[in-house]
């Protein structure tokens, strides 16, 4: 490599963690699991038109433990997708962005979707929806 007398661009071992960092790369994680997670909507959407053997089966299989967790682990991607979302919005319009207003609503946007997946499932597994 020839020598340029530029200073190399720094590795991600160089940088410190931080949540800001962690958020922007969650949310473009959890964009593309939503997309693959949507196919379990897909599923039981076709499930529902296929009769109701279909959609029994499907019941079966998203009630089950394995099934559940998948779909508790859904859900809070869904809501973390969502607030992180949001809060890119409102970065959009020039506000935000000074470190500590940055910091804050990256922990705001964890923090709310882990409650708003709480709430959700609380509702569900308390038989409320019935």
């Known amino acids: 490599m020839a ?12 940088y410190k963690w931080q949540v800001q960092m962690v958020t922007s790369i969650l949310h473009r994680a959890t964009g593309i699991i939503n ?5 379990i909507i897909v599923w039981g959407l076709a499930s529902i038109a296929a009769g109701p053997e279909a959609f029994a089966t499907f019941t079966d299989i998203a009630g089950s433990p394995f099934g559940t967790v998948v779909l508790i682990g859904w859900t809070l991607n869904f809501f973390y997708h969502l607030c992180n979302g949001i809060r890119h919005l409102v970065q959009d319009t020039g506000a935000g962005y000074a470190v500590p207003s940055f910091v804050r609503s990256s ?17 569900v597994l308390m038989g409320a929806h019935a």
Request: aromatic share 12%; charged share 5%; proline share 6%.
């Open 3 to 14: 020598q340029t007398g530029r200073p190399l661009s720094p590795h991600l071992q160089v």
């Open 35 to 39: 997309a693959v997670g949507s196919l």
């Open 107 to 123: 922990w705001m946007g964890i923090v709310a979707a882990f409650v708003l997946t709480a709430l959700v499932w609380a509702y």
